[in-house]
């Protein structure tokens, strides 16, 4: 079974600067999420989406940030304009449909570093 | 607000030895806990989990602790091997927070272990 898939891998921008992220989570996965973990801190959720739809964006900097997973699969997050402060690994996982807990497969993560 | 946080942020132990890693949580609704290992480079791995009615659970080689009158959570790794080397983090699961019955995650701080031959 595949895994979920994230790029660019590595990304360097100046700040003012836009970017995105894409992300291709587990075949038939209905939850997908982003998260951001800046160094030496555990990963902190932007934005749950269940099939197509946002559940979650409470942490999204919504000025700044946005995602969307049109067609209920690939999702794409974007910064603009990028700050010093958005410098970080940006994470990307996926959960099965059904079930009772959330066991959620991680991908490799985006590292973003604003200059 | 919620939070979730580690007591050491670095761990060395010698090749063999038997390694401990803990984690305090705040959220006395949290109902589900797990722990991830990150390796460089890599996103969190699943290493094993824990719900809110148990106080023990094992896995291969691991083994976690949740002591819910302190609010506290341990990652035992018996005979560390060099490929343990990574950071790991807690996580607790509120069921009642987020969007969906999933609830919502909230990761701690995180330990580098680093283990030698």
């Known amino acids: 079974e595949a895994g979920v898939a994230q790029s660019p891998r590595y990304k360097i921008i100046e700040k003012r600067q836009s970017v995105a992220f894409w992300c291709n989570p587990i075949s038939g996965h209905a939850t997908l999420y982003w998260y951001q973990q800046i160094l030496g801190q555990g990963p902190k959720l932007l934005i749950q989406?269940?099939?197509?739809?946002?559940?979650?964006d409470s942490q999204l900097p919504k000025d700044r940030f946005s995602a969307e997973r049109l067609k209920g699969v690939d999702s794409t997050l974007k910064i603009q304009p990028a700050k010093l402060e958005d410098s970080a690994v940006y994470l990307c996982?996926?959960?099965?449909?059904?079930?009772?807990?959330?066991?959620?497969?991680f991908g490799p993560g985006t590292r973003l570093t604003v200059l | 607000g919620e939070s979730v946080g580690l007591h050491l942020p670095t761990l060395s132990v010698q090749e063999g030895d038997n390694s401990i890693i803990n984690c305090a949580y705040s959220n006395s609704a949290s109902d589900y806990f797990i722990w991830y290992k990150q390796e460089s480079g890599k996103g969190p791995q699943f290493i094993i989990d824990i719900r809110s009615n148990m106080d023990k659970r094992q896995g291969q080689r691991v083994t976690v602790l949740l002591n819910k009158t302190v609010k506290h959570l341990s990652l035992q790794i018996a005979a560390t091997q060099p490929g343990d080397s990574a950071v790991y983090f807690c996580a607790e699961r509120d069921i009642n927070a987020g969007g969906t019955s999933y609830g919502k995650l909230t990761f701690g701080q995180g330990t580098i272990l680093t283990v030698h031959p």
């Open positions: 989406f269940q099939n197509n739809g946002v559940v979650d």
């Open positions: 996982a996926s959960s099965p449909p059904g079930g009772v807990v959330d066991t959620q497969y």
